[in-house]
């Protein structure tokens, strides 16, 4: 039945009958109706509330999902969490909305894999809407697509080590939004236990954590964490009141005092949140100037934390029963250095070039440390703007490269499941971060480039698949390596003839899938870089964080 009534709603819209309905769905909350994609390939239901956050769970984890009476019309625009964009602040404070995608005409009957995506934007930017992440070149392969919005910046991120905030609010939106496709799926037609997370940067981050908390156990049977790491640096807020006492005393306070700082953001206006953008002061350690990150939570009766420890010493305790994809590109840092100066460079001269999460029992040690790495990208001479591309280099393998593969070696010890990892390398014209940062012509793949042949956008031309051929191959390899993950756990089983074997790593060595214009396996990248931060990175890395 259900099929018959996905031919003729195809079709209606084969005609030019635009807009036409989805079949409704019912789930715990209540009836959905959703519309026919523009093609006709997938039916979208959209919007949909998965919690609740108001003025009383700010900070805290989201409330539950709402009820309705009636029929929820499922078909209106996302909405976005509040954020600073170059249009100035978009956004609402009630934001926690998930879509989900079913392709309308699947080629085998029964529950489909269901694929969940976690948006990236450094826990500041983006939202989980088809403006970037369109399903259509997903959906294709008969499997579920879901995105959603969780909580940005300090709304979702604000850590004050108190009960009113204890941190990662936006994790736990996270968990709430997996919790509901649990729940949910299968009235889509969905398989609630073939689930796949994927997710990018922050959002691939963001992940690693999921996987390593007890707290979102049996809610995915997959992952596939691209371009992120819970050991990164970037990872983990280290000081968080200290941050929010900045951004207080931009607001006109001055106060170390969580309680304090409570009191002065529970009822801040939104706008007020938006436009506080303090500098951290530099120190001898180069940290990012990101401010709202996710936080190790002090233990507060009746609150379930996401993170509990550091991210290394929970994944290193954790059983894991699942099988993971990790992967990173080739040129991650010229995202980076698109915003960099002559002022901005010069900082690093006489600084060492890793963050705060290591520690060191002498200066001595620090600073033999830094003058390894500081001679392996720069040499013995003076960092500047003529050495940009080895700054790239460094933010390459820094924040990106080399935390993906630790941790992989990690997850390997740990799991039961087989662990891949892929370096992405193709450079093409859907390479939008590289277009956006000024390096077209570089070789590679900048930063987030490998989420255009994955995903299609409304803001990007979407015609040079068609006569690119090589673009189309990508886009072609990149979804049936994914979706072929998310059904069988492999992405490349044996009914795969057209792509090489991907073999998984293993406690013996790290073996890699180069994606590139031509698709091969490989040994590690950059084998010296990797020797140097495998080895300082497990030398000093730091074991707790003093809340």
Not at 131 to 154: C, M, Q, S, W
Not at 424 to 434: E, H, I, M, P, Q
Not at 453 to 478: A, G, Q
Request: charged residues 25%; contains cysteine.
């Amino acid at each position: 039945m259900r099929y018959s009534k996905n031919l003729v709603l195809f079709s209606l819209f084969a005609v030019n009958l635009v807009d036409q309905p989805a079949p409704e769905v019912e789930i715990a909350q209540g009836r959905l109706s959703g519309k026919v994609s523009d093609d006709g390939s997938y039916f979208e239901y959209v919007g949909i509330p998965y919690a609740t956050t108001n003025h009383s769970t700010r900070f805290q984890a989201p409330g539950p999902p709402p009820t309705w009476k009636g029929t929820f019309k499922a078909t209106d625009h996302i909405y976005m969490c509040p954020q600073n964009s170059k249009f100035g602040r978009v956004g609402r404070e009630d934001c926690l909305t998930i879509n989900v995608y079913v392709p309308t005409m699947p080629a085998q009957e029964g529950p489909m894999p269901v694929m969940v995506y976690i948006h990236g934007g450094a826990f500041a930017l983006g939202s989980g809407g088809k403006f970037v992440y369109g399903p259509d070149y997903l959906v294709k392969h008969d499997v579920i697509i879901v995105t959603f919005n969780y909580r940005l910046g300090a709304l979702g991120f604000m850590c004050l080590n108190i009960k009113e905030a204890p941190g990662n609010a936006g994790l736990k939106d996270q968990l709430a939004a997996l919790r509901w496709v649990k729940k949910n799926i299968a009235a889509f037609g969905g398989d609630p236990d073939n689930v796949t997370a994927f997710g990018e940067s922050a959002g691939a981050t963001s992940l690693s954590i999921l996987i390593a908390s007890d707290a979102a156990d049996g809610l995915f049977q997959k992952a596939i964490i691209q371009s992120g790491s819970s050991i990164a640096n970037w990872a983990i807020n280290r000081k968080p009141v200290w941050v929010y006492s900045l951004i207080a005393k931009q607001l006109g306070y001055d106060t170390q005092d969580p309680h304090e700082l409570y009191n002065i953001f529970k009822d801040l206006p939104v706008k007020d949140f938006l436009r506080t953008r303090p500098r951290k002061p530099l120190d001898k350690f180069f940290d990012t100037q990101l401010l709202h990150l996710p936080c190790v939570e002090k233990p507060f009766p009746g609150i379930e934390p996401i993170i509990t420890d550091m991210p290394f010493n929970m994944l290193e305790r954790k059983k894991l029963n699942i099988s993971v994809i990790y992967g990173s590109n080739s040129k991650e840092g010229l995202f980076l250095i698109g915003e960099e100066t002559p002022a901005t460079v010069n900082e690093r001269n006489g600084r060492y070039l890793f963050a705060s999460d290591l520690e060191f029992k002498t200066e001595q040690e620090a600073e033999k440390a830094a003058k390894e790495v500081k001679e392996f990208y720069f040499g013995e001479e003076t960092i500047d703007m003529t050495k940009i591309l080895n700054m790239s280099d460094l933010y390459t393998h820094l924040y990106f490269e080399m935390p993906s593969l630790i941790e992989s070696e990690v997850v390997i010890k740990t799991t039961n499941k087989p662990v891949y990892n892929y370096y992405f390398d193709y450079g093409g014209n859907r390479n939008v971060l590289k277009v956006v940062s000024g390096y077209r012509s570089a070789g590679g793949a900048c930063h987030a480039d490998e989420l255009f042949y994955l995903f299609k956008t409304d803001f990007w031309p979407n015609f040079v698949e068609i006569w690119n051929r090589k673009d189309s191959k990508t886009i072609d390899t990149m979804t049936k390596l994914w979706t072929n993950f998310a059904r069988y756990g492999n992405p490349t089983p044996e009914s795969v003839t057209d792509l090489p074997q991907w073999s998984p790593s293993s406690r013996e060595g790290l073996k890699l899938l180069y994606i590139g214009e031509e698709v091969k396996m490989g040994p590690v990248p950059n084998p010296e870089a990797y020797e140097m931060w495998r080895r300082t990175f497990l030398t000093y890395r730091r074991k707790k964080v003093d809340n």
